[in-house]
């Protein structure tokens, strides 16, 4: 076990101070003199004809500078250059000009002095539609007599001679012989899962301030998870060259998957070119359950051959991906009923349906909550059949190095068995389940655990994984030493969850110098070399390494200037407490400030190292989770009263972190199961408010328990692996295992509310 | 001779457009919410005692945050911490609090709404005064009955016995025995010069915005020269550590040496910090004036003995600077007697002497204008006296490679005589020689000139050169490649006279890219490591070392992914048009841009690479310079007819920048020995403004007409010497030379008026 000076120590986050103080700029804070306000004028259908826009009325109101509309843009190519033609194909995409195919899409943008102006403004916006008829069901759109969603949804025949429409894309895969597998098995168990979609739903809405320089130069401030993503989106979306785009990404209130999108950043552009001035447009939180770009819902059916011992032999899925009227929903996660077990019978298909909603967008680790639900819930249901205990089960079929999920894979550095034993053992399953033996069965009453709820209450537990791995990205940072001693580090990617926090400690630890010596600059893509986004479980495992080898390059150099000056090798220095020693000889020393001063007076220049990163391989990881429920027999309304976790993070470079990491995602997947859905039909979106959109809060959680495994992975530095996603995987299915424990109910269809464990309950009676 | 795609061109400066176009943001144009606006009270007199300040009617004014005086930053110091009272030792300079020593000297600041509050604020502030007497004149100064321009001042005894009061510092050198070459001299020449102090002149006055964040960190965005020395300055005066500190460089309006200086940013940064909002401060024109920080003025007696033939056997120099309130005259400049002659026998001694004006700072080429018209009027003289001409006096005593000034320096790739021969033979100095001769002597009124005056003047020409060797300083430039294969630059120094147009050639010229895909980002000292300032002719020469050892480290980068993508060798690829090659086959190719994209997916990153530079040793340059003017012989008014320079600039990495520093300079120089002058007396600066102190206008000037001489430099990149300050020194003495030439006054006491010129032509008739 190596020893750390900074990694592992849990420090509070870099950016706490801005943020409780209120001094952190999130990108609707930041104000620019003569900056003017957008409004969008929505479609209220979800889908329909538009038969006629008339601007005429807002464009005349005072105090608005311009309406935009599609037929504007079309003007404008008209008049445009051959480079601009080819950016303004995209550019008519942005309005929808003669069909719209979700409730809230944009129709036009009004540009005016003030807020209440452009809304005003947007109002006079005349629109005329002719409604068409709408689909809102993934399994109704597929039907060959449903109409279509939207103009151009392909209408496919499969193999078998059945027809799908609305089809937006297909995939498929596996290994093996399912069939033979299914026909191995003792026991074959098939069944169907519906899960709706959710928002991301991060505190702070898309926001953007757009400038457009007398040269051309666009100026965009924006909350975004990649600032270089917005950058290359602009560039493509208007024709305008990468070069002549600065993207600076404000403190960021969340993103989750979402905030990488180009929503609304064109919108801003545009109009800050038409009116020559700065103009900002901020998304309302009923315009981000409108127009946002959720995750896709899925309905998915499972089926799973297992032996009586609990082996399984053969999986198969068809995942029917909710994708609304673009295509982009995460069908290949259909795969993960594979999860992290050797099965050698696989087979999956997916679709991409169609339906009249906006477009879907990542959600912390995309599709895999989805399915997972579908692949761990099932998998619980076999277990509680054949009487086996659920973690056994899983850990039967788990895994471990050297094993492989699939034919082609050999697995190393896993650490599936300790991270499922690691929950276990906290949650305390196993004397649980001795005294559920003891107690002869049946839901366990006798457990001396405080109930704060009716006495009549059932308790029950439910266990399950997500597994998920990390990705990597290409990114680059600078280390400078400035004379003083300190360092200032700069990378292009945005802090989100901490980011700046752990890249300091990284570099702390590798140059030698305390924490707090350590300075996160941030950047814009102008100042940076390109880096991926904060997103993808990537951040720690990419921008670590970069930001490792360039602290170490610091190190060396630092290293070279006091060996020049105590005349010795750098072998015999050592380096503690900002300064660097002749091990020989403590008196005979020199401060990192002194060595920062002399770079400046040698030949060397100053001392400034870089380190770059593109991508290396990582190993997949899982997190499991234990929850516990109390539910009121009587009414069907339940209470989580346990919540306990565990992840395998190759290491923890600030432990403090990656539990919220791992809370956060036990949360949303938890909240995700219980209460989330964003809620379609007739007038399109239904819950489009935090009124009628349900979301746990503190009062509605329990205090979540976190087990932090670390496996050191190879490639990532100090051995990280990637924490982001895969907590929120296991939520829905550990939640459904608590219920079905509790009371018996099997709930294939999330959110589990009480209404439907009521009427389970009922039915079950 | 090396060929070069973008070094040499002619191009634009790449700040043109939006200074042009006012999109340019300087200091003053920076703006932020809730932000205050500082006023100074100042004081009235030149020297006087402070015996009551009163800030109780100012502080209780409407609109008014606070008031700053020394005394309440004294309160502060009782309740601060030891860390603080470090720094508060130097804040309590910041403020006079019992004395005053130059008229415009800060007794307060008043912080309010807005700049007229604070202005009426600071009227508000009663300060009762005991006058004192004054000091203007350096020769007055120094006597010892004077009395002490401020309290602590000194008087020496000098070993010959003699007394001087109201002493700075002194200094001397030389080398050889002057009285032994005095004594080897056919005749000996002794004359005193008297040169003004005169003010820099930029034309954006001093401004700064100060902001405090809730951590504690500042924030100022500033017109200056050099971003790290306004932080470390910060840092120094205020006690707060650099890490702490975010200095901005805005759009700079000029600095010629003045803008390295703390006269403005510590006031803002403590009154951000008293009031917890953002403080701007911006001086009028007329307290620039009072309270800048001008060039320092001269009286200086030099002797020279010559033999008949123009031989010069010594040299000896008493320079007396007046340094105002506070020690900084380049007093060390008195060595410039040696200019770049072999002169065997040097002797100098220099005297800093207490005025009571304010202190003073540099001025391009500081000291060398005011010394180089005392040293090289006085060899036009000799000439003159001799019957020589003053082009072949110098050439005869000019260095050349392998010659030295000192006995300790070997000079090489020096160009003085090819310089001073190639202005002689541009402004056609030989053919006017051989006419006069024709002529038989006296004023030449035969040539063909326009003469757009009355017929009755008289024309003369002048000649003189002045030296500099550059300077070198750290720096570090960054280089990355964006995905569309542009390049983008980024470095900590301010632009002033074309820094980021020069940088941006380098960099395009080293990687092998078009001048247009080479895109400079501005940074602070936050995103950029340390950097010298933009002075000292130190830019070009170390910078553009870092730019280019940056980008020849993308170009081999760039190679190496295209040997990579292409499966040959780096040797057999080729660069042009933003692709690279295989020299064998054409058509076998990748663009820059697909090397960078490459870049992001392979291990090595994406391409970013840095450059640093610290110091290496430069070569003197001479300007040279030959006026013609007309006088009036009636009015002893007169024009500048003809100006014509010369100047080495070792390699014009863009000649119309050379030559807009030739000319720039020239005019300065010209402009000091025509008109300017601080004038003081009783009441203080009495010409503090532009109505009264003069300045050439365009209307004022001849066309300039520049010859480039190009001897490269060892340690330059690509050749390059330090061009920024060597054309300021020529003009006092060339202006000097060709009123002489035209009607024989000598006039010694800069500038040369016409009245001064009207007088001497009336005693000497």
Avoid at 239 to 249: C, M, T
Avoid at 408 to 417: C, H, I, T
Wanted: aromatic share 6%; charged share 20%; glycine share 10%.
């Amino acid at each position: 076990m190596p020893t750390f000076q900074t990694i592992g120590k849990r420090l509070p986050r870099v950016d706490a101070l801005d943020k409780v103080t209120g001094a952190a700029q999130y990108a609707a804070d930041v104000n620019l003199p003569g900056q003017l306000w957008g409004a969008f004028v929505r479609s209220p259908h979800s889908h329909a004809r538009i038969k006629r826009i008339d601007t005429a009325n807002a464009e005349t109101l005072s105090g608005v500078k311009c309406v935009i509309t599609g037929a504007s843009l079309s003007k404008d190519v008209a008049l445009s250059t051959d480079d601009t033609v080819h950016g303004m194909k995209v550019v008519q995409g942005l309005f929808a000009t003669d069909e719209v195919v979700y409730q809230g899409e944009k129709i036009a943008v009004v540009v005016a002095e003030d807020w209440n102006t452009a809304r005003d403004g947007a109002e006079l916006v005349e629109v005329e539609y002719e409604v068409l008829p709408a689909l809102f069901e993934v399994m109704e759109a597929i039907k060959p007599e449903s109409p279509k969603a939207r103009a151009d949804a392909k209408t496919i025949t499969l193999a078998d001679g059945s027809v799908l429409n609305n089809l937006a894309g297909e995939a498929k895969g596996g290994h093996g012989e399912v069939e033979a597998g299914f026909a191995q098995a003792d026991r074959v168990f098939e069944d169907w899962y519906t899960i709706p979609r959710v928002h991301q739903l991060y505190l702070e809405p898309h926001a953007v301030l757009a400038k457009v320089d007398p040269s051309g130069k666009v100026i965009v401030w924006t909350s975004t998870q990649s600032i270089f993503a917005i950058r290359s989106g602009i560039a493509a979306s208007l024709g305008i060259p990468l070069s002549k785009i600065n993207v600076i990404g404000t403190t960021i209130g969340g993103g989750f998957g979402a905030k990488f999108g180009m929503i609304i950043h064109p919108y801003a552009v545009l109009a800050a070119q038409r009116t020559g001035r700065p103009v900002k447009l901020v998304f309302s939180r009923e315009e981000e359950f409108l127009d946002g770009r959720p995750a896709p819902g899925l309905v998915m059916w499972v089926k799973t051959g297992v032996k009586n011992d609990g082996t399984i032999t053969a999986r198969q899925a068809i995942g029917y991906w909710d994708t609304g009227c673009t295509p982009g929903a995460s069908m290949w996660a259909t795969s993960r009923i594979m999860g992290v077990y050797k099965i050698p019978n696989i087979k999956w298909e997916a679709f991409s349906v169609y339906t009249n909603k906006p477009g879907p967008a990542a959600y912390r680790a995309p599709g895999a909550p989805q399915a997972s639900f579908a692949s761990e819930a099932q998998l619980d249901k076999i277990a509680r059949t054949l009487g086996l205990d659920p973690v056994e089960l899983r850990l039967k079929n788990m895994c471990e190095d050297g094993d492989g999920r699939r034919p082609d894979e050999k697995l190393e550095r896993v650490a599936f068995k300790e991270t499922l034993k690691a929950v276990a053992e906290r949650a305390g399953w196993w004397e649980r389940n001795r005294k559920q033996e003891a107690a002869a069965g049946g839901s366990d009453q006798s457990r001396p655990l405080t109930t704060h709820h009716s006495p009549l209450t059932k308790r029950g537990w439910g266990v399950a994984i997500g597994e998920w791995q990390n990705g990597a990205g290409p990114g680059s940072a600078i280390i400078s030493i400035s004379e003083d001693g300190t360092a200032h580090v700069t990378y292009g990617m945005v802090d989100i969850t901490g980011v700046d926090t752990a890249m300091a400690q990284i570099a702390a630890e590798a140059i030698g110098l305390p924490f707090a010596d350590v300075q996160i600059i941030r950047t814009d893509t102008d100042t940076s070399p390109y880096a991926t986004g904060s997103g993808g479980s990537v951040v720690t495992f990419s921008m670590g390494n970069a930001v490792k080898r360039a602290a170490e390059k610091v190190h060396a150099r630092l290293f070279e200037i006091a060996a020049h000056h105590l005349e010795c090798s750098v072998g015999e220095i050592e380096m503690r407490d900002r300064r660097l020693f002749k091990i020989s000889n403590d008196d005979e020393s020199i401060t990192v400030a002194e060595c920062a001063q002399q770079s400046l007076r040698t030949t060397g220049g100053p001392i400034l190292e870089t380190g770059t990163f593109a991508n290396e391989p990582s190993h997949p990881v899982i997190a499991a989770q234990i929850f516990e429920v109390e539910v009121d027999p009587e009414t069907g309304r339940y209470w989580v009263t346990k919540a306990v976790n565990s992840l395998d993070c190759g290491r923890a470079i600030n432990p403090m972190a990656v539990e919220g990491q791992m809370e956060g995602g036990l949360v949303q997947g938890l909240a995700w199961g219980w209460m989330e859905q964003m809620e379609y039909g007739d007038r399109g979106n239904l819950n489009a408010s935090l009124l009628d959109y349900r979301l746990p809060t503190t009062l509605d959680l329990p205090l979540i328990s976190s087990v932090i495994i670390e496996r050191e992975s190879r490639n990532g530095p100090y051995g990280v692996k990637g924490v982001g996603e895969p907590p929120i995987a296991p939520g829905p299915a550990a939640l459904y295992s608590a219920l079905a424990d509790a009371v018996g109910v099997e709930i294939h269809d999330l959110p589990i509310t009480p209404e439907k464990v009521w009427r389970a309950m009922r039915a079950g009676a």
